[in-house]
């Protein structure tokens, strides 16, 4: 059976392009090498326990992405409101950073010090301007750097493991939307009348089955209109391609090698992956741009914690160079169905290489780490931990390094010379984005095969403010 369109993954990027163009009467085959779908937007249940990949909050601002969202979620669709802070100098500090809580938070001498900073740098940038030419520049000559070493830089270093010379001022400008110090005294005295976005303080988040809920009611969606079929457990093995065209894709499904024949292709696997696939492969310029290309892990440790609540807030960012752990997040706060009476469940973030230590680090390890983690910063005692269990995300963040960009241009541009193939995606694209980008570039990508044109979503990012995690 041949499909009209064949779309590699099955997270939120291939579902919604898959969702859209089924709606618009096409069939759609999705092959997904993991045996659930939602990619990193996906849920998982174990001892009565629901949980994400890290938080996940949903919210977007655009209007067509909500009215799908809200549509398909139907009564399971709840709102809720956002409580995350940044843990440092044991003290939890308000994230997005807020003035009033910085100048209340901070010791005396330290917001001297910020102060006194932020006002040499604007001068020094007046005298010798500073260049956005990586993370750190972009960040100091807004803040100052007694503030950029406290919220931006450590954590930032400790998230990437990079040096913020090394990382793309991209990452900043997407990231934060405060301007600079006195912006934000500004904002905290005089609040805006439409909030930005890194302060809008509600989300939405299914009440049952967490974040993965949206995935399957996508899923639900494109098996509802026939003739569509979404195949988990298939990992696509080579992309075939001759001339202007792919010709095929062969997976391995249920022990056995398949091939599906394609008229269109829709690819939301990383962007690294789909070249490594070729066959033929491309030429080496395409090739050594690939290889440039570098994607961050993270290692997830899930703790079951025999207690009613560890806090109010849905993530705690933990900066601080003497943890591993960089982010802890408490899914009850998400949902109150996403665990059983009197337990509640953590998950510990730590980043780091596919293949290094931190990867290879045997389970009970891992645990060990992370308990010790949250224990030094007052969050749980070891003996409250019943249960544990780990994920690793091989393909968690593009990394933004200076280069990047050239990069990825060289590859999607390579890409665009096979006609019937389609890559997007948070992953597809190299590009850091939420879960509201990826529905939304499935859409547009499904309008425009509808319509008969071809991909660009170059701009959808762009229009944004801001990303989350
Ligand atoms: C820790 C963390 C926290 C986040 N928090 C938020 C948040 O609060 N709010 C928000 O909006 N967004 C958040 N995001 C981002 C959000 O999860 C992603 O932007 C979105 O889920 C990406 O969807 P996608 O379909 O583009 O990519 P993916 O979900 O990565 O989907 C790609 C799919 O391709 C599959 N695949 C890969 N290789 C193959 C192969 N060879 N064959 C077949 N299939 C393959 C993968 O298994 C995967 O299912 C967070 C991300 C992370 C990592």
Not at 34 to 58: I, M, N, W
Not at 368 to 375: N, R
Request: with cysteine.
């Amino acid at each position: 059976m041949t499909f009209q369109h064949t779309i590699l993954g099955a997270g939120l990027a291939g579902l919604s392009a898959g969702l859209n163009l089924a709606r618009g009467g096409r069939s759609v085959s999705l092959l997904e090498k993991e045996p659930y779908v939602g990619g990193l937007a996906a849920s998982f249940g174990k001892d009565g326990f629901t949980f994400d990949l890290g938080p996940h909050r949903f919210h977007t601002r655009n209007q067509k992405v909500q009215a799908q969202v809200e549509e398909l979620l139907g009564a399971n669709l709840h709102w809720r409101r956002r409580l995350s802070r940044i843990f440092m100098l044991g003290k939890r500090f308000n994230y997005p950073l807020s003035a009033t809580n910085v100048v209340r938070s901070l010791p005396p001498h330290l917001l001297a010090r910020a102060f006194f900073d932020y006002f040499a740098i604007r001068l020094r940038n007046r005298i010798h301007p500073i260049p956005d030419d990586c993370f750190q520049n972009w960040v100091l000559k807004r803040f100052g750097r007694t503030l950029y070493r406290l919220f931006f830089g450590t954590y930032t270093e400790k998230a990437w493991g990079i040096p913020c010379t090394q990382i793309s001022a991209d990452w900043a400008s997407q990231r934060i939307t405060l301007l600079n110090l006195m912006d934000a005294v500004k904002k905290t005295l005089f609040r805006p009348k439409h909030a930005p976005r890194t302060l809008v303080s509600r989300f939405l988040y299914p009440a049952r089955g967490g974040i993965g809920a949206l995935a399957e009611s996508y899923a639900s969606g494109i098996l509802a209109s026939g003739g569509n079929r979404i195949l988990t457990g298939a990992a696509v093995r080579r992309i075939r391609w001759r001339g202007e065209r792919v010709l095929a894709v062969d997976f391995a499904h249920q022990g056995t090698e398949q091939s599906e024949a394609i008229e269109s292709l829709i690819s939301t696997i990383p962007l690294t992956t789909a070249i490594d696939l070729l066959d033929p492969a491309p030429p080496e310029e395409v090739l050594h741009s690939r290889r440039s290309l570098r994607y961050k892990a993270i290692v997830f440790v899930m703790l079951a914690l025999e207690r009613e609540k560890v806090t109010d807030d849905h993530w705690i960012y933990l900066p601080e160079q003497h943890l591993r752990v960089h982010r802890v997040s408490e899914f009850k706060n998400f949902s109150e169905h996403s665990c059983p009476p009197g337990k509640t469940m953590l998950a510990a973030e730590i980043t780091c290489n596919f293949g290094d230590s931190i990867w290879n680090m045997e389970q009970d390890e891992l645990v060990a780490l992370a308990v010790a983690d949250l224990e030094k910063v007052g969050l749980i005692e070891p003996a409250q931990v019943r249960g544990a269990h780990i994920h690793r995300e091989r393909y968690s963040y593009p990394l933004y390094d200076l280069t990047y960009r050239e990069h990825v241009q060289r590859c999607l541009g390579w890409l665009k010379g096979l006609k019937n193939l389609h890559s997007t995606g948070r992953q597809g694209l190299f590009q850091y984005g939420n879960m509201d980008h990826s529905i939304a570039m499935g859409m547009v990508l499904a309008e425009r095969l509808l319509r008969g044109a071809g991909a660009d979503h170059s701009a959808l990012l762009a229009e944004e403010e801001h990303v989350d995690g």
